[in-house]
């Protein structure tokens, strides 16, 4: 069963207009290798496809096919979880407050993100049935991906905390799913590399809870270690347009003789085209860059009046299925 509690939540404006998950198998039902038989991450090895640990770290997958009773669903050695988010599997990371040991999923966005634009990050997490020990979890964004190296310290320190977002209260619910949702604007162009865990910065928290916490775990606890199951990632660019723009022609010259024939110049939008009138804005420039035509309505053409030969430039602007179009080119006008 899923909580849908968002941990954490900034307030932001946007549609969420581009559905594309830059997570790639962020459900983890993709495999590597029979990962039925083989379920713990280790060092060069990943069972789950676009997925790696850290430093040597052993994540484990769950799977309802899984050979090894310790790993298949719902039960598994940190105790019982009766089905994933979503799918037949999920992850497991231990969060430890042990000093030089902790566990972190990694993986490779499907492309880098861009500064200023908000996205909203959200994964499903469960605390482990027999652990006692609670924590705060969150994410982190990196610019470079991890080298994998060997180290008696497992811990991974983000390069900036500027790019690292941590629940801030500790997650309890063993029974159910939790929903941890961030929305955020990178400050920095080109981050491309995920990280989910419980990062040793000024906002990590730990929290020792009562046995009653266990919910009903026959698995003896650990009260060193926090362990939680994690499924469901996803990132989503929410101000993005990948949209295509509906059909425009912007002829490339006119000739404004009194002929009858081409004496006018104007965009020429489809039929099937949804604009909104009341934010069209056409600008004409000449060489000089001086603005010797302006128009906010789509019925009224640029004629050219008194203008010389030559080549002038416009700027064209407005807004369609509630998306800000732009859109620049030349005009050559001919006599």
Known sequence: MRSFIIIVFLTCACILQAQVNLVRNGGFEE????????NSFYHYYCPIRYWYEHQGETPDYFK?????IWSYLPNNSWGYQNDASTGSSYVGIGTSSRDNVAEYLMTELVSPLHAAY???FTMFVSRADNSILASNIGFCLEHDSIPRIESLDYNYFPTTTAFTYQSDTVI?????????????????EGLQH???????????IFELLPSSSRCGSTVPPNDMDSYYLIDDVSLYCLDCDTSSPCPIATP???TPNADGINDAWQPLFSNDCMLDSTSYLL???DRWGNLIFSSNSFNEPWKGNNAPLGTYVFYLQYDEKGITRKKQGSIELLR
């Open 31 to 38: 495999e590597t290798t029979d990962t039925c038989g083989a």
């Open 64 to 68: 309802n096919c899984s050979h090894e």
């Open 118 to 120: 908000s996205y909203q």
């Open 172 to 188: 309890k619910d063993c029974d159910n799913w939790t929903k941890f949702q961030y929305i955020f604007s990178p400050t920095s």
């Open 194 to 204: 995920l990280v989910i865990g419980n990062f040793r910065t000024s906002s990590r």
């Open 252 to 254: 490339d010259a006119f």
């Open 283 to 285: 600008h004409i420039f």
